[in-house]
């Protein structure tokens, strides 16, 4: 299967400490690099990680809090140090241009590259980007400032030619790819071959999703169904629950509730608050609801 | 002698990478902490030092290079979400206001206490900090905008006194802080004691320079005249001298030959290139002109 793995560079909540950044994560599809979040020191846990910076194609920020984007400037500076001349495209909620256009004219004046910021409308699910392999749709979510979450799609890929049977009836090159999208073949004398007998199914087609910062918000699940897996913010306890909504937070059962409504196939709970010495209980909690929870760590690689 | 330290948070030039941060330090005079620019990531440095956070004071920026600054913001925020209630009094050159106070606006809204930028003329050197125990001034450099160092002159301390002398003659509590001024003592019959018998000598007055980012400046070791302790970038090696030149930097026996001439008796170099594998070449070079040199490094502790 093609490259599909998530790179979770922080996942602190807003006090970064030595162990542990604030929200940033690398998701690489077919080495195509796709940035969630910046928080300060992402670009050298970027470096850490050993993923080329050349191929970032694009920023996606979920909202403009200190924790989330706060590494942005030294990244993009950074990019022009290195002599990027590829355009780099940031999305982001309302008052991306306003917050972060004077610093980047100010700072990245002699960059040698372009940065195009693009404002996101938060409130209503759209496409925000597509490729030839991936879709990339924003997730209303529900927090003290406009913030959104993103949904990575793969695109569907064709069927797998059975090389030994297309040898064996002698099928021309030139219908490959329509068989590949399907079709089925009868020979020149008058035989049928059903394509499933020509191919194996498609790679199962992979998503996930990235939903922080955000109170519990129960129909995010329909927005989010048989999606494989899903990183949700699970910053506090059940004991904690009235703090959680009260700061537009989840606790991590809030979070499994919503991998589990969504029928999901792994959950991955981020944005410790940094009150829990160790996050077991919140694992523990979640996983009595969601059992395939596992919790996010700076460094850690998931492969969908 | 009372504490005078210096905390190397960061020493690495424009390029941060996981072993080494951009330019950031804070210098400790009896446990009052000054930072001296505020590199990405010297949020996290500052605690992995275990300095106290509450115990800063000021903020000097040098320049408004990204290098220099980009960690501002997520420390200022941090200061937020520990509840600092102290104002904070951050001075960096010209346009210091106009490129952060929007961002403080926007990031900082929320925060207990109060932030308040001074710019300062980076041009002639003028005093801008003193309390009882220290007077920072301002350094012209020269670089391609902006860009002043600053320095840290410990205020003269009183004459120690000689406990066991002062008990022989008697001398009242009274005339105490009279005797560590200076003052001599008569006794009751007549015989005159000079007070270098009542006294031994106060601590020496203690400097610090910091001098980052800048060409080579002749001129400067006038005002570095003495001084305990010089940093001073050594960005380039001898070979790179045009380069450093041309970028407004200084080569490593720049910075010594500014130690040798302002008689000095220590020289830090730092700010290094990220093109030299070891900076053990830059260190070679700058202790032919002026032995007195180390190298900074990240995390070091300079004690004065």
Chains 1, 2 share one sequence.
Not at 91 to 115: E, H, K, N, T, W
Not at 187 to 214: K, M, Q, W
């Amino acid at each position: 299967m093609e490259k599909f793995e998530i790179n979770i560079l922080g996942c602190g909540a807003a006090l970064p400490t030595p162990r542990r950044l604030s929200s940033s994560q690398i998701v690489n599809i077919r080495e195509k690099l796709f940035m969630l979040d910046c928080a300060e020191g992402a670009q050298m846990a970027l470096r850490r990680s050993r993923l080329s910076f050349s191929h970032l194609q694009a920023i996606f920020l979920t909202h403009l809090h200190g924790d989330h984007v706060f590494g942005l400037m030294g990244l993009l500076s950074t990019f022009g140090l290195l002599g990027r001349i590829q355009d780099l495209h940031i999305y982001g909620p309302q008052d991306l241009q306003r917050v972060f256009q004077p610093q980047i004219d100010y700072f990245c004046a002699d960059s040698p590259y372009q940065i195009i910021l693009h404002e996101v409308d938060s409130k209503t699910p759209q496409i925000i980007y597509e490729d030839r392999s991936v879709v990339i749709s924003t997730l209303p979510l529900k927090h003290r400032i406009p913030c959104c979450g993103y949904l990575f799609r793969e695109k569907p890929t064709p069927r797998h030619i059975r090389r030994d049977v297309i040898d064996f009836y002698q099928i021309p090159i030139s219908q490959i790819n329509n068989i590949k999208a399907g079709l089925d073949w009868t020979t020149e004398d008058g035989t049928f071959i059903p394509n499933d007998r020509l191919t194996t199914p498609p790679d199962p087609v992979r998503s996930y999703a990235y939903c922080t910062d955000t109170a519990y918000r129960p129909q995010l699940a329909e927005m989010l169904k048989d999606v494989t897996c899903i990183y949700h913010e699970g910053t506090f306890t059940q004991e904690h629950e009235i703090l959680a909504k009260k700061t537009f937070h989840s606790t991590a059962a809030q979070a499994a509730q919503i991998a589990l409504d969504a029928q999901a196939c792994r959950l991955i709970i981020g944005h410790f608050s940094s009150r829990y010495k160790s996050e077991d209980v919140l694992l523990h909690e979640a996983q009595q609801i969601f059992p395939n929870t596992i919790l996010a760590e700076d460094g850690m690689k998931v492969v969908l």
